[in-house]
């Protein structure tokens, strides 16, 4: 790749995060549409039920990944020639992986006390972890094909989006609409072999035993990072499930499901400057850091604002999105708001570990987090219900990020103690304010919002305008990061 100039790095990787943005702006948004919809129809003592389901299918789905997908997009990064090989040995290792996560949830289901139906909805969407195997929209992130990407992710959310309107309002049946979590990631695992087939020449390729071991073995560290990740982000209401009862639960998901946004806009952060970043750790550890640097920063300064502007408008959003049996969610969001830093941090952190193939360091920082979820849900979920699991919860994703940061000191993480420091004691004067205001029975939840954007704007001010000399780098007068 010819020599870039910093203004034309920033233009195709902003091109990457609007392409896969927009994507995951439509995609999601149907997404949640579907979630609002059958929300009102299930009600909340149901959706708890439905909620505690996929939050056991999605963590035993996600262990059939291996590890593997982040481990396969840097070795495409690396070595794009060799794109059938790896991609046949990662297909055929996630396959086993999934088999036998299916087999997990089938004991459950037939032997684990939950409650009411929710066992036959873990064996009607069981299927979600072999569908989920079957995706290699990984594959055409590598190769930097973020249009293509982005239209598999649309067509993936689409189709189970639909199906799942569709039949929530013919027959209000969990069992059935269920079923649609993996029927979308089917279509869109189609759609991304036949792009590869086509447009990289992908082809069969049987690959041997010892190959697939070796895969598997490249990918135990990041498995054990992927889990521990997926334990502490879904055993909320794991928990909330067991300890409190349907009804609560289903008034904690329905803010949480809300929070998709959160993790969809980390997730589009970390799929479009992934490869980026295993390119600069390539020209020097020291690269990674400083580019590392800028992305936390910039990404602090828009998630803050927008953790703030959430929290002063969560009884509203609640309002006019679910009915009067989920007014309690308002306080559980107005919490859970602050995962969009948290996320995005932790995203970042993720990825430069990744790229500097810091494998067992990851693995630790996530274990971090990890133990801190296992100790403070579980007892914050007893003591105060919903909202104790939402405070333990980012607590926990907070800790995990400082681990991040302290465990990948050095040349990988040049500038992050300035950026990290100074962006959140700067972010965090927003969403104090609104706090104060929002929490006032005086006060509009507009005027909170105002002040917030004011805050913010006054803050980029006064800096020189950095976040827009940042991403227009052809003005002149601001200053940078």
Known sequence: MRAETPASTARRLGGYVLSLGSAEILGRGLSFVAIIVVARVLGPESFGRFALAQAIVLYLAALGDGGLTLWTQREIVRRPAELSRLIAQTLVAQVLLALAAMAVLAV?????????????????????????????????QALEWMRAAAVVKVVTQLVAAALAITLALLTGDAVVVIMTMWSGLLAGAVLALAILRRRAGLRAHLPRLAHVRTTLRAGL?????IAL????????TLVLGMLRGSHETGVYAAAARL?????????????????????????SAAELGVFSGRLLALTLRGSLVAAAVTAALAPVIIDVLYDARFAASADILRVLALLMPVLCVNSIGTQVLMAAGL??????????GAAMASVAIPLATLAFGGVGTAVALVGAMTTQCV?????????????????????IALGLLPFAAILALATSTVAHPAVAVLLALAIAGGVEAARGCPTVALLMPRLKGGRRC
């Open 259 to 283: 929070m998709v946004v959160a993790a969809v806009v980390a997730m589009v952060l970390a799929n479009a400057v992934y490869p980026e970043m295993v390119r600069r750790y390539g020209v």
């Open 403 to 423: 681990a991040f940061s302290w465990l990948a000191r050095g040349p990988v993480t040049t500038g992050w103690a300035r950026s990290l420091g100074r962006e």
């Open 229 to 236: 990740v997926h334990y502490s982000q879904l055993m909320d």
């Open 221 to 225: 560290p990041i498995l054990g990072a």
């Open 108 to 140: 459950i289901a037939l032997t684990a006390p939950i409650p009411g139906n929710t066992a036959v909805l873990l064996l009607a969407a069981a299927p979600t972890a072999l569908a989920q195997a079957l995706s290699t929209v990984y594959a055409l």
């Open 359 to 368: 494998r067992r360091r990851l693995l630790a920082g996530v274990g971090i």
